[in-house]
């Protein structure tokens, strides 16, 4: 709280206006928040911003840029990693999206939102990764996923830097922590439940197929179609070894 108000101030110096009540907060969210050890889920990253009273800039207000390190905690975080880090098309300034060694999984940062004068919406989708679950993670672990990072909204200067510690027209970007837990896992071939796979999940996947269950979604796409059956062979000659599904 002490070191928010201190940037205040400096900005406040910066720029024209009285007040500068700009605030951001970046969310992280996934399809499922269980996810099955050594499978992939995409998380995406989101911007909700208002620009406060703060004075406009050059290009008016709007979200101008953000930066920031995703990163993991919890008893899965040790082997798990990110992957396809991607910043949205409409923030083409930098940008930077890379994946990491460690706990700090990604470095994400883009900017330059806005077509001149448009008027900027909020909240705004920005990044996405794909965070990769340790494959030696028990059932039950978790990863928590937080992205520390820094937010422009009204740019007012020449030079704007993106850094983890915000500077000046730059807000810090608190983050609502997204958790993932370790899901037992499936064999996706397994298709009757039984813990095994056998000749017999063949006329269980039929079964479930016929019933439109999504057991018998062997993909994982989220579609129970044709398709399913060429993935269930594969994944039953992978025996053991093959993919695991939720549910
Ligand atoms: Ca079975
Ligand atoms: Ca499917």
Known sequence: MKKTTAIASVA?????????????????????STVAAGSSITVTLEIDFSTGAAASG?????????????????????????????????????PVAQANAGLNIATIAGGRLLADGASPTSPQSVAQFDVNIDAGAMSGDTVTIDFDGAVVLALDSDLVTFATAPGANQQPLSTNSLTLTVGGGRLCADQNGDGMVTPADFNAWILNFNMGSLIADTNADGLVTPADFNAWILAFNAGANGPTCTP
């Open 12 to 32: 406040g110096l910066l720029i024209s206006a009285p007040a500068f009540a700009q605030s951001a907060t970046a969310s992280l969210t996934a399809p499922s």
């Open 58 to 94: 050059p290009f008016g207000l709007g979200l101008y840029g953000f930066g920031g390190d995703a990163v993991a905690s919890g008893d899965a975080a040790g082997d798990t990693s990110a992957s396809n880090a991607a910043v949205v098309p409409a923030l083409p300034l930098g």
